[in-house]
C-alpha cells in the first residue's frame, strides 16, 4: 500500500513485467457514490505531494470502486463555504484548486479510467490527467450552472480546449452531459473501452508506457502539454529543442540499436 485515506487508496499493481512501477489510485469514499468533499480534496493534496517525490512510480491510473467516476463536489457540505467573507472564500477556493494543480504536476504519466458519471469536480478531475479512458457507460458534464455557479477548477478551460468552443459552451450554459460515444468524438477521450474490461485495460495501458524510457516519456508529455499554451511556431521550436535533448540519453541510443537488431529495447531510464 503506497497511501491509504479514507476516500482512496493507492497501490502497486502486482506485475511481473512492471516490477510493481505502476500505481492505481481507487476512490473508495463512503456511501453510494464518489464526491469530492473538502476532507477528500485535502487528502489528495497530501497524497499528490508524497507521491511525486517517489522515482519508482512510472505510471498511474486513477479509478473508482463505485458505478460511478466522481460526481462532482459534495454540496450540502459546500453549502456554508459559500456564505464566508470574500477574502475566506478567495483563500478557500485557491487551497481546492491548488489540489488539482498538483494532480496536473505529476512528475509520471497518469490516465482516468472513467467509468459511469465525471461530473463537476469530477469531470474537471479526469480532465487534468494526461488522457482519458472511458467505460461506455460513461458520461461527462459540468452541470455547476444548474446551482448557480460555474466551474472552478479548469472546466470551462480544458473542456473548451477538448472539444471545442461550440459544445463546451452548451454544456456549461446548459449543463447538458456527453456520452462516451460524443466524448470521443469530440477529441475529450482517447477511446472507449466495455465497462467490464475498462481497468483491466487502462492498467495494460499504463504498463505498455512504463517499459519505455521514463525520462524521453516524460519529455512527449511536456511536449504535447506545451501545444496548448503557446503558439503552433514557438511549440515547434519548443519540440525540436526536446527532440534534440533525446539524442544525449542512453536509452535513445539502444533503442535505435534494438530497432535495428529487430530485438525489445531494453531501457534504463537514462
Avoid at 477528500?40 to 493534496?45: N, R
Avoid at 470551462?156 to 461550440?166: C, E, W
Avoid at 456520452?179 to 495501458?205: C, H, N
Amino acid at each position: 500500500m503506497l497511501y491509504k485515506s479514507d476516500n482512496f487508496e493507492v497501490t502497486f499493481i502486482e506485475d511481473a513485467i512492471t516490477k510493481k512501477s505502476i500505481a492505481e489510485f481507487k476512490f473508495c469514499v463512503p456511501g453510494s457514490v464518489n464526491k469530492l468533499s473538502q476532507q477528500t480534496l485535502q487528502e489528495c493534496g497530501v497524497a499528490f505531494a508524497e507521491l511525486s517525490k517517489r522515482d519508482d512510480i512510472q505510471g498511474m491510473v486513477f479509478t473508482s470502486d463505485k458505478d460511478h467516476f466522481i460526481i462532482g463536489a459534495d454540496i450540502f457540505e459546500f453549502l456554508p463555504t459559500f456564505d464566508l467573507p470574500q477574502e475566506q472564500l478567495t483563500q478557500w477556493i485557491k487551497n481546492a484548486t491548488d489540489v488539482f494543480d498538483a494532480l496536473e504536476d505529476l512528475p509520471f504519466p497518469t490516465v482516468s479510467a472513467v467509468n459511469g458519471m465525471a461530473l463537476g469536480g469530477g469531470c474537471e478531475f479526469a480532465m487534468m490527467c494526461d488522457f482519458i479512458l472511458a467505460a461506455d457507460t460513461a458520461k461527462f458534464g459540468q452541470p455547476e450552472i444548474l446551482i448557480g455557479t460555474i466551474p472552478g477548477a479548469g472546466g470551462t478551460q480544458r473542456l473548451t480546449r477538448f472539444v471545442g468552443k461550440a459544445k463546451a459552451m452548451e454544456m456549461v450554459i446548459t449543463g447538458r452531459m456527453m456520452d462516451a460515444e460524443e466524448a470521443e468524438r469530440a477529441g475529450l477521450v482517447s477511446r472507449i473501452i466495455p465497462a467490464a474490461e475498462l481497468v483491466e485495460e487502462a492498467i495494460k495501458t499504463a504498463e505498455k508506457i512504463s517499459n519505455l524510457s521514463r525520462p524521453v516519456v516524460m519529455l512527449a508529455k511536456e511536449s504535447v502539454n506545451r501545444a496548448y499554451e503557446t503558439t503552433l511556431a514557438e511549440g515547434v521550436r519548443f519540440e525540436r529543442r526536446l527532440f534534440h535533448s533525446t539524442f544525449a540519453t542512453e536509452d535513445q541510443k539502444e533503442g535505435v540499436a534494438a530497432f535495428a537488431e529487430k530485438r525489445t529495447a531494453n531501457f534504463k531510464h537514462r
